[in-house]
């Protein structure tokens, strides 16, 4: 017996340590099941749906977006899903949101800026649009701000 207090070795490979594994796993797959389902619902309020004006640089990148997409649609042939998005994966499915982060900051980083939260760019977008003349409440409705009075 060794000193008071002191831990118990356990093997390595013992069937306790491998039943312990093998739920802890078995959670691991149900969590990134539930983190994975992509529900679709209304805007939370009448003024979230509503159309916005855009930069021509905008609709322009929109419009090559596009040819990109039909032509991964061709591609994926009767593979693809039709989830009526704008940005999808190469067959159609929504984007999963870890891998768009682990992309965004793959790009930061090869391209020397600092690291940004894919957030941050709502308020980039907002600094330049004000920096080009844009009228303020112009950005507001774009952005879908709100204004409260005092």
């Given amino acids: 017996m060794g000193a008071p207090g002191a831990l118990k070795a356990t093997p390595k490979r013992s069937p306790e340590r491998k039943a312990h594994r093998e739920q802890l796993e078995a959670l691991r797959i149900r969590w990134r099941k539930l983190r994975t389902i992509v529900q679709f619902v209304e805007p939370k309020s009448t003024r979230s749906r509503r159309t ?52 965004f900051q793959a790009l930061l980083k090869a391209a020397v800026v600092p690291r940004v939260r894919f957030h941050d760019l709502r308020h980039t977008a907002a600094t330049l649009l004000l920096s080009q003349g844009v009228d303020p409440r112009t950005i507001m409705e774009t952005l879908g701000a709100t204004v409260r009075s005092v």
Avoid: M, Y
């Fill in 52 to 103: 916005i004006r855009l930069p021509q640089v905008v609709v322009g990148a929109l419009k090559a977006h596009r040819t990109r997409q039909l032509e991964e649609r061709l591609a994926a042939g009767g593979g693809w899903t039709d989830s009526g998005l704008v940005f999808t994966t190469a067959e159609g499915t929504p984007l999963d949101a870890r891998n768009v982060t682990r992309e």
